[in-house]
């Protein structure tokens, strides 16, 4: 369906919801097939998603944000649907997200300590959908993004099989440490520019979880901490990594020898996080046409080389990792 009468079809569904009167605003997208609209009707602002199936399947958006409602996470409420079409209406958040509040000069401890209680929740309920597991070869197919995009269509690396074997070897026992922590369910994209603050006030308004999955323990944390967009001192890390350590249940904490084996095992989390991040900011750019990713490549670089001094891993223990443009320059 041609982007015209996708058009007319969201506008229409839009007059037999609200009626008539109803305006719609372009709000900026995400990495995704999704579209939103702010609109306006009566004196009342919603957010229209629009996601044309069959690239995305808002029935599972619906029931993860119905768990997350039920464990007591701040989302958006919903006041209608069409799964057939692929449209929800749902609460407006406003404008001013998490990277919004650090850019405008805003303070980060009340947002850390929000989320990280939030993420407890999560973590601590019982997801009432079946949901995917973030294993070992879902986590290897996630860093062969880098192989695949990053390093031929940004760094100009054409990479053989035998460098992809070497690949796979020098992380496979990094992936299988992060296979074997304890599972939770997992938000996945737990990062600044997902977490909201609607009128500008706690508590943070979570976005982007329809594709939350069983995963390791560590995940949103490193997610959160290491974040793809912002820089944080390694000493506000380290201190809520532990804020968060310190509240993990018996059962889960014990996995850990102390909170030193446990940020280590965060930031091993990171590590794979931003090995997939930049073969995903490459595919955007490249595959999607959506250039302005390559402006997030510098900084993931950055921090996925501090991780790989943290590892005191050089250039022959994994020299793909280190191939391409400098960290601090334009990718």
């Known amino acids: ?29 995400d990495a995704s097939f999704r579209r939103y609209y702010r609109v306006s009707h009566a004196d009342r602002d919603y957010v229209l998603m629009d996601a044309p199936p069959p690239h995305e399947n808002v029935r599972l958006f619906m029931q993860v944000r119905d768990w997350f409602d039920k464990a007591g996470l701040r989302v958006s409420k919903l006041h209608a649907a069409d799964a057939e079409l692929g449209f929800l209406l749902l609460e407006d958040f406003g404008d001013l997200t998490w990277a919004a509040h650090l850019v405008a000069g805003g303070k980060t401890d009340a ?11 999560l973590q601590d309920s019982q997801p009432d959908l079946e ?20 390093l031929p269509q940004v760094a100009g690396i054409a990479v053989d099989e035998q460098q992809r074997s070497d690949f796979h ?28 603050l609607p009128a500008g006030a706690l508590p943070l308004g979570q976005i982007d979880y329809q594709d939350a999955v069983m995963g390791p323990v ?3 944390l490193a997610s959160l901490l290491y974040d793809c967009y912002q820089d944080y001192p390694e000493a506000v890390r380290r201190c809520w990594s532990r804020y968060f350590y310190q509240a993990l249940p018996a059962a889960v904490g014990d996995a850990f020898e102390d ?14 996080r931003h090995i997939k991040a930049i073969g995903i900011f490459a595919r955007l750019a490249y595959r999607d046409g ?5 402006d997030e490549i510098p900084l993931t670089r950055k921090h996925l080389l501090e991780e790989l001094l943290f590892l005191a891993w050089g250039e022959h223990d994994c020299p793909l990792l280190f191939s391409g443009p400098a960290a601090a320059g334009k990718a």
């Open 1 to 29: 369906m041609g982007a015209e009468m996708r058009g007319r079809l969201r506008l229409e569904w839009l007059r037999s919801e609200l009626g008539d009167g109803a305006q719609e605003r372009p709000l900026a997208g």
């Open 111 to 121: 947002l850390f300590a929000d989320a990280l209680d939030q993420l407890r929740r």
């Open 131 to 150: 949901l995917p597991v973030f294993d070992l070869p879902r986590m290897q197919r996630e860093c062969d993004l880098y192989l695949d995009w990053y």
């Open 169 to 196: 070897t020098a992380l496979r026992g990094i992936l299988k440490q992060i296979e074997t922590l304890p599972r939770v369910p997992v938000h996945l994209d737990y990062h600044s520019r997902n977490l909201m």
């Open 218 to 220: 560590t995940y949103d």
């Open 259 to 272: 909170f030193e084996d446990w940020h280590h095992k965060v930031r091993l989390t990171a590590l794979q």
């Open 290 to 294: 959506k250039r302005q990713f390559l």
